[in-house]
């Protein structure tokens, strides 16, 4: 990797318990790993959340630190847990009981893409497994939980907006009571990662901004939401699925002609989000 695991981007003054982190828009690809896949170079990013990290780029200037992923999601995925090892890619491992995730090829260190497509022949060592979670995936996570642990010391309370993009594909059969498909998807585990108040907030956020907003369907959130959301110690986890379609071309992987214009819609949803936390607006999920 020509960069470090990640990026923190920090704000001038850190004024709100919310955090902002991408986990599935890094794209820093080892050239070892390109020559390894049988996949070309757009096959192979069709996992990655593509640009979410300019999308929320307005939360430290907001008072909200940025954490962003460098590691691509298919080289390692950051919102699976590390024991989330697959025996049909890795070398020594036991069959776990049933793991939808790992079944489906998306463990921590992912066998497939989107649409199932391997990303590489044969299997690899258990050394380079374990290697890829040392070097990208803990550090990505230790310091998530500072930055949450310093929202609790600082603020009494901790508010993760873990922020995602879901394929157009995804949710071209969702809809509410025949109602448009959903723009937004947040998931907070069905009440388990975060308060209801919290929840009730953010959603007012994004719909306040014209998009249509669904909960937890198609996505509650994975392994960040359920490991994160600890709502009963102020900790609550929020996962934010945005249809790629609004903002890129996912067949080229680029930004398309309303890139900006949704660009500026979302600024002031993040900022919304990191009021929600603000100095003086404290323990939004106050007993």
């Not at 982190?21 to 990013?45: K, M, N, W």
């Not at 310093?150 to 949710?171: K, R, V, W």
């Not at 998807?185 to 669904?214: K, Q």
């Amino acid at each position: 990797m020509s960069k470090p695991p990640f990026t923190l981007v920090s704000p001038v003054q850190r004024t709100t318990s919310v955090v902002f982190a991408s986990p599935h828009s890094g794209r820093d690809y080892p050239t070892e790993f390109l020559q390894s896949a049988i996949l070309d170079a757009l096959e192979i990013r069709s996992s990655e959340d593509a640009f979410v990290d300019q999308l929320f780029d307005a939360g430290p200037s907001h008072g909200a630190p940025l954490l962003l992923a460098n590691a691509p999601r298919a080289f390692v995925d950051l919102n699976r847990a590390p024991e989330e090892l697959d025996p049909a890619l890795i070398e020594g491992i036991r069959r776990p009981s049933h793991n939808p995730r790992i079944a489906s090829g998306l463990g921590v260190i992912p066998r497939v893409v989107s649409n199932g497509r391997a990303i590489r022949n044969g299997k690899m060592s258990l050394g380079e497994a374990h290697s890829r979670v040392t070097q990208f995936w803990r550090p990505y996570h230790d310091q998530l939980q500072t930055l949450l642990d310093q929202a609790q010391n600082t603020f009494g309370e901790a508010i993760l907006i873990d922020c995602h993009s879901m394929p157009h594909e995804s949710i071209e059969s969702v809809s509410a009571n025949g109602g448009p498909r959903p723009d937004i998807v947040l998931g907070d585990r069905f009440g388990a990662a975060a308060a209801g108040s919290v929840m009730e907030r953010i959603e007012a956020a994004f719909a306040s901004a014209g998009f249509n907003v669904a909960r937890n369907m198609p996505f509650a959130g994975a392994y960040i939401a359920q490991h994160y959301g600890r709502p009963s110690r102020h900790q609550h986890a929020v996962q934010v699925e945005i249809d790629r379609a609004l903002y890129m071309d996912e067949r080229t992987v680029r930004p398309n002609a309303n890139f900006e214009t949704f660009k500026a819609a979302l600024d002031g949803v993040v900022a919304e989000l990191a009021a929600i936390g603000a100095v003086g607006d404290l323990r939004v999920a106050a007993e």
